[in-house]
T-cell receptor, first 111, second 115 residues
C-alpha cells in the first residue's frame, strides 16, 4: 500500500471546522483514500472514503486534490467528542485487505 | 445491532504464561481481522480470515501466536508463551467482505499486560 503522511497533532476550537490534511503522493490509480478515527480506549471507527471525487456523509467531508496526491478530511462543526487520532489510509477499494495504519493525527478539540 | 464483541477487555499475565482472546464479529460478516496495537502506534494486521480460511497470516508470529475460526463465525487468538513485548491492545474487526468490504468494524480491543 502507498504510504501516507499526516501531521502528528492539531488543535481546533469547538464549533469550528477541523481540516485534517494527508499526503499520499505515491497513490496508485486503483487505490482509494480511507479515513478512520480512534477515540481513546476504543477501536478505530470508519469515517469516509473516496477515489477521486469529493465525498460527504453525516460525519465528514473528504476533499481529494485533482492529482490525488493529497486529501483533506473536514469535520464541519467540531465538538469535544471529535477529539481522537485520525488515520488516513490508502488501499485498493472494495477489497477485504487489511488496513495499513500510520501514526495518524491526534486532533484535540479545545473548548 | 450488536457490534464486534471481544473478551476479555483486560488481561494481566506473567511472562511465559499462555493467553487467549476471543472475538465475535458482526452477524453476517464473512471477513474477520486481528490487529495488534502498540502504545502510540496505529494498529497492525496480524491475520485475516475469509469465513474459516486464513487468507493472510503473513504478519502473524507463528512461533508463539496462533488463531482459529473453526465455524467461520467467532475467532480465538492465542499466545503461548507470552513475552514482555507482547503487551499491547489486540483488536478484532469484521467486514462484509468482497466488494462490500469498504468499512471495517472494530471491537473495543483486549489490553494485554505481560509482567
Amino acid at each position: 500500500d502507498a504510504k501516507t503522511t499526516q501531521p502528528t497533532s492539531m488543535d481546533c476550537a469547538e464549533g469550528r471546522a477541523a481540516n485534517l490534511p494527508c499526503n499520499h503522493s505515491t497513490i496508485s490509480g486503483n487505490e482509494y483514500v480511507y479515513w478512520y478515527r480512534q477515540i481513546h480506549s476504543q477501536g478505530p471507527q470508519y469515517i469516509i472514503h473516496g477515489l477521486k471525487n469529493n465525498e460527504t456523509n453525516e460525519m465528514a467531508s473528504l476533499i481529494i486534490t485533482e492529482d490525488r496526491k493529497s486529501s483533506t478530511l473536514i469535520l464541519p462543526h467540531a465538538t469535544l467528542r471529535d477529539t481522537a487520532v485520525y488515520y488516513c489510509i490508502v488501499k485498493p477499494g472494495g477489497g477485504a485487505d487489511g488496513l495499513t495504519f500510520g501514526k495518524g493525527t491526534h486532533l484535540i478539540i479545545q473548548p | 445491532e450488536a457490534g464486534v464483541v471481544q473478551s476479555p477487555r483486560y488481561k494481566i499475565i506473567e511472562k511465559k504464561q499462555p493467553v487467549a482472546f476471543w472475538c465475535n464479529p458482526i452477524s453476517g460478516h464473512n471477513t474477520l481481522y486481528w490487529y495488534l496495537q502498540n502504545l502510540g502506534q496505529g494498529p497492525e494486521l496480524l491475520i485475516r480470515y475469509e469465513n474459516e480460511e486464513a487468507v493472510d497470516d503473513s504478519q502473524l508470529p507463528k512461533d508463539r501466536f496462533s488463531a482459529e475460526r473453526l465455524k467461520g463465525v467467532d475467532s480465538t487468538l492465542k499466545i503461548q508463551p507470552a513475552e514482555l513485548g507482547d503487551s499491547a491492545v489486540y483488536l478484532c474487526a469484521s467486514s462484509l467482505g468482497g466488494a462490500n468490504a469498504n468499512e471495517q468494524f472494530f471491537g473495543p480491543g483486549t489490553r494485554l499486560t505481560v509482567l
